[in-house]
């Protein structure tokens, strides 16, 4: 009776077929040399782009009209990217969505940076999104991004990744002269006007002038990009860790690397996408930029640019008219792609054992977020949580229907409420993960393959 009656829960690792192990490492590699090429959004759009169209994807520009099984995109600025694939039904029937984003905790550049202080210089950062400050000192760390010149000329920039490259870091203070610091509480011990990134130490030798090393580094970054400071203030420069993803544990089972949050549900999300063939709802894939900072801006998930995707959709397939696009909306499901919090034996005590995430259980739900009385949540509704459940059950997927941490310890959210505030049903779904928004991030391997299988199963 126990084993008919009882919701089981266990590792996926148990009595798993061999070739089943070989499926899930393979794809693990896979997505390892992803997290490898992407560290911010920017590169991630341009990856996806290249995978896309290496499968018989379209940017939907291109196109002037749109039939069943067409393949298409569309790039918002660089940063942001939209996929379709066209179902047999018509678009008001709803949509079958995917929706993860793109951008990760980082420390960004301020748009005037450069400076230099007793013989060192230094460029100056405003961090991103939620980060435990400490984590980010004294690691390797790159500089990614562009520079756009005043002529509109841009200059893409990855410095610190090739092994020939130097990297950059933070200093922290050694030890034997840290009594005060390490009196203060952990959020105060290093403060977000300390996070100055180290650039150099050489003066420029012959002049007779002030700020001889920032000269130095200047006459440097105009021979290699071709810039003045002035061009610090139209850049985007991403200082991210400069480590590599690498597969954790002895036996190899774990995935440890920067930016799973939320770069894996991105991934697998659009692996799912790359295998959909005609579908019979439209399959679509979000990746959004802004997650981390309240998904504002023309590239965060607030903005009406998707809406717009989904209106040429509407026109290119002829089946535009009023409030179809409001129809089309709530009559759609998605699962709003994001990571979890994987229960950390470590720091069990802020999770609530019976409700949290198991790293290596499978794909987890949330059916809700928020904080503090789930205020703030997109709580899915009960049906349709029933409905996502039957498909992962249908197709064999290892699935866990957890909550992110104690009641009243904290808590979070995601895009899942800009989707549902349009009448769409949405349930987060995604990987459990250890150390999220820290440098480096852990994963299991087989709830990353489990993602993959999850939103395949969803959009087909
Ligand atoms: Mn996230
Ligand atoms: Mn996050």
Known sequence: MKEELFNKKETGWKNISEENKSNIFKFADEYIYFLNKVKTE????????????ENG????????????????YFINHNKSIYIAVIGEEPLENGMKVLGAHIDSPRLDLKPNPLYEDNGFCYLKTHYYGGIKKYQWTAIPLAIHGVIVKSNGEKVEVAIGEDENDPIFTITDLLPHLATEQMDKKLKDGISGEDLNLLVGSIPEEDKEISEKVKLNILMLLNEKYGMKEIDFVSSELEIVPAFTARSLGFDRSMVAGYGQDDRVCAYTSVRAMLDVEKPKKTAVCILADKEEIGSMGNTGMESHVFDYFISELLNKKNENKP??????????KMLSADVDAGLDPIYASVSEKNNAAMIGHGIGLNKYTGARGKSGASDANAEYVAEVRNIFESANVPYQVTELGRVDLGGGGTIAYILADKGMDVIDCGVPVLSMHAPYEVSSKFDVYCAYKAYSAFVQ
Do not use: I, P, Q, Y
Not at 42 to 53: G, H, W
């Open 42 to 53: 920017r590169e991630a759009v341009a990856f996806t782009e290249r995978m896309l169209k």
């Open 57 to 72: 994807f379209t940017n939907v520009c291109e196109k002037e009209t749109l039939n069943t099984g067409d393949k298409v």
């Open 323 to 332: 409030n179809a696009l409001e129809k089309v909306f709530c009559n759609s």
